[in-house]
């Protein structure tokens, strides 16, 4: 088992900054895979950014350039940071790790940007 853990939501007014953190417990060795989800009031949870052991990272069109996420292996940790926030990036904020075919998924941590 895994245990993820978010931290770093908060309310922020558009154009501003959040830097999220997931700090990942338990069976930690072979993730291969580590990021972010969210999901909207009503809407369907959606990818956010990944990044596998390798290093590469995927994003979803409408955050590039304004999303990074970042992997600290020595500290189990993955990070999501935001800037150019917006109000459609309102969103309950999931962290995903992958181990061996298994997903294990956060609680979430609520980030909202006010207009």
């Known amino acids: 088992q895994v245990q993820l853990v978010e931290s770093g939501g908060g309310l922020v007014q558009a154009g501003g900054s959040l830097s999220l953190s997931c700090a990942a417990s338990g069976d930690i060795a072979s993730i291969s895979l580590s990021g972010w989800y969210r999901q909207a009031p009503g809407k369907q949870r959606e990818l956010v950014a990944t990044?596998?052991?390798?290093?590469?990272?995927r994003y979803q069109d409408s955050v590039k350039g304004r999303f990074t996420v970042s992997r600290d292996n020595a500290q189990n940790t993955v990070y999501l940071q935001m800037n150019s926030l917006k109000p459609e990036d309102t969103a309950v904020y999931f962290c995903?790790?992958?181990?061996?075919?298994?997903?294990?998924w956060g609680k979430g941590t609520l980030v909202t940007v006010s207009s």
């Open positions: 995903i790790a992958i181990r061996f075919g298994a997903d294990y």
């Open positions: 990044v596998d052991t390798n290093g590469i990272k």
